[in-house]
Every structure is written in C-alpha cells, then in structure tokens.
C-alpha cells in the first residue's frame, strides 16, 4: 500500500493546563510519525486570542487540529467549543476533547457543540501515549479534511 505522507507540519493547537499531560503530549507527539509544530496555551482566553491572531498571537498559523481540555482556568473549554464552533472562520478546524471528565453530560454536550471527537484522559501513561499518538494518525493519515475558507 503506498501511503502519501504529508511534508509540511501540521500544526497543532493544545489547550491545557496541566504541565504533567503537556509533557505527555509533547513526548506523545514526538514519537508519533507525524511531523508537527506543536503550540500550547495555559487557558480558554489564550486560545480564543491565539486563534484569532490577537496580541502576542499575530503572527501564528491557524491550527491544523485542537486538542481541548475542558477544565481551564479563565474560559473553559465548553466555551472555547462553543466559540470556535459559532466562529465561521475557525468552525471546520477540527477539535478533540482530551479530559480527564467521563461525565455523560460533558460528552453529550461537547457533541452537540459540534466536537469532532471525545477521548478520556488516562491514567496509564503509556496508554495516553498511545492515545495521542493515534490522534495524529488518524487525523491526518486517514481523514480528509475541507480546505480553509
């Protein structure tokens, strides 16, 4: 089978505040065979501004995928959903929840604010390495994305 790969990075938005699980995706992502820019940010506010190219953020690229915890401080992630998904310049960049929360109500609801994907957070490390590993496989190995507006 002759897969294509992808030469340029993808760029990839991570929304969280944990610096345990930043590190994990970062160590996750780099043994992935995806070539990637990973840029973090610590809250909701950061990634609206990041997103929007605001201040300290003008001049970064628009993500290729976000991956969004739920629980940040300032704005947390249902309403960075909610605001990416009402955005029509940001609504297609697909987004996964990675939380650690398995509350039916918060999947039910990520979904119904357009979430692309729901994954629960795992306590065994070597298991959410292999979950952020496969996040980046199947997002741009396998599924065909629209192009930017």
């Known amino acids: 089978m002759n897969k294509m790969k992808r030469m340029t990075p993808i760029e990839i938005l991570l929304v969280e505040d944990s610096p345990g699980d930043i590190r ?4 996750a992502l780099k043994e992935s065979k995806i070539i990637n820019n990973l840029y973090v940010v610590l809250d909701g ?3 609206m501004e990041f997103l929007r190219k605001k201040g300290k953020f ?3 690229p628009r993500p ?7 629980n940040l401080p300032k704005k947390d992630g249902r309403e960075v959903l909610a605001e990416i998904k009402d955005d029509k310049n940001l609504k297609r960049i697909p987004v996964v929840i990675l939380t650690i929360s398995e509350a039916e109500e918060d999947i039910l609801e990520t979904y119904n604010r357009h979430a692309n994907c729901y994954i629960t957070k795992t306590v065994d490390m070597e298991q ?3 979950v952020v590993r ?3 496989e199947f997002w741009f190995s396998i ?3 629209p192009p930017d507006e």
Request: charged fraction near 35%; avoid cysteine; hydrophobic fraction near 50%.
């Open 128 to 130: 959410f390495l292999k």
């Open 24 to 27: 994990l995706t970062k160590e």
């Open 134 to 136: 496969s996040i980046g």
């Open 45 to 47: 506010v950061e990634a």
């Open 143 to 145: 599924v065909k994305l």
């Open 64 to 70: 290729d995928l976000i991956l969004l915890d739920l």
């Open 58 to 60: 003008k001049d970064t």
